[in-house]
């Protein structure tokens, strides 16, 4: 089960720290991932990271303004964003799929296996 949290609304340029709380089974060596949906458009990727390593991927488009860290301890997964502007409006979800394939299929949602329920984020211009 993955359940998100950390969302809210914001004024342009504000920060966020959403977090995602991975339970009932062990996510090693899964893959985290975060994902955003806005109205009317498709669930597009944001960011991914491996449990068990430290490799990250990125949206060209966010990386810079966005960080994904872990907390393996904690089980827990961290989505931070800075400088968050208004088209960044969206649910932001968290998800989970096997260490196994190629990176580039962490960037497709379909790949994962587990979703949370998503986090509403509104920024304010």
């Known amino acids: 089960q993955l359940v998100e949290s950390g969302g809210g609304l914001v004024q342009a340029g504000d920060s966020l720290r959403l977090s995602c709380v991975a339970s009932?089974?062990?996510?090693?060596?899964?893959?985290m991932g975060w994902f955003r949906q806005a109205p009317g458009k498709e669930r597009e990727f944001v960011a991914a990271i491996r449990w068990s390593g430290d490799n990250t991927y990125y949206t060209d488009s966010m990386e810079g303004r966005f960080t994904i860290s872990r907390d393996n301890a904690g089980n827990t997964v961290y989505l931070q964003m800075n400088n968050l502007k208004p088209e960044d409006t969206a649910v932001y979800y968290c998800?989970?799929?096997?260490?196994?394939?190629?990176?580039?299929?962490?960037?497709?949602?379909?790949?994962?296996?587990?979703w949370g329920q998503g986090t509403q984020v509104t920024v304010s211009s």
């Open positions: 009932g089974r062990t996510f090693s060596p899964y893959v």
């Open positions: 998800a989970a799929r096997g260490n196994y394939g190629s990176a580039w299929q962490y960037y497709l949602p379909n790949s994962y296996d587990y």
